[in-house]
């Protein structure tokens, strides 16, 4: 039920943590970020650059999720309730949700996100940072992936500021149908990036490689 409504475009969420119930939403102005219109900061590549994190995939995924659920500074509250939370769990472990970890030398998990796969599109649903940039990172991280893999649509939802920093834009429900149906009924590869640079699934691309990758393809 939950990948037809994503297909529909309709998501869930809840009022708060300890909420007893889901409500679906639709907004009537969404939140995209082009992939071919990604804007990599001169200051966050210069972190990508130094290699402080490592990056990985679907290494942490429940506790990128308890991490995204949990209250943080601005953020006094979640609207991942346990009802979501299990719903997304379930998903991952059909293979339909993933999430993207940043890790510290010394092996702490230092940022994540994590999204649905459909097709072609992603739709990202959250992310935490434990350490500064983690997160950030993590989204570039993610967009050099799809790229890589031939998708054609990360859907943010809903267009933030912190966002709009990255290229996200926002668009109308009926332009947003028109992207969402060409992009599910698309085929693409989520493991594209392991794979170009012949390493091992799961482990993705270093900082610098990840900087590389969104130039050659800007």
Known sequence: MLLRAYASGIFPMAERADATEVFWVEPRRRGVLPLDGFHLPRSLAKTLKQQNFRFTVDRAFADVLAACAR??????????????????????????????????????????????????????ES???????????????????LRLGGFQLLDTQFLTSHLAGFGATEISARDYRGLLAAAVSGSADFWAADDAGAGIRGFGPSGKRIVQLLSQTS
Request: charged content about 15%; overall charge neutral; glycine content about 10%.
């Open 127 to 145: 992310m935490f940072t434990n350490v500064r940039d983690a997160s950030k990172c993590c989204l570039a991280a993610l967009v050099a992936r």
């Open 71 to 124: 209250a943080a500074p601005g953020r006094s509250e979640t609207w991942i309730n346990p009802l979501i939370a299990e719903a997304y769990l379930a998903l991952h472990q059909r293979g339909d949700a993933h999430s993207v970890e940043a890790w510290t030398p010394e092996g702490a998990l230092a940022g994540g996100l994590y999204g649905v796969r459909l097709g072609a599109a992603f739709f990202g």
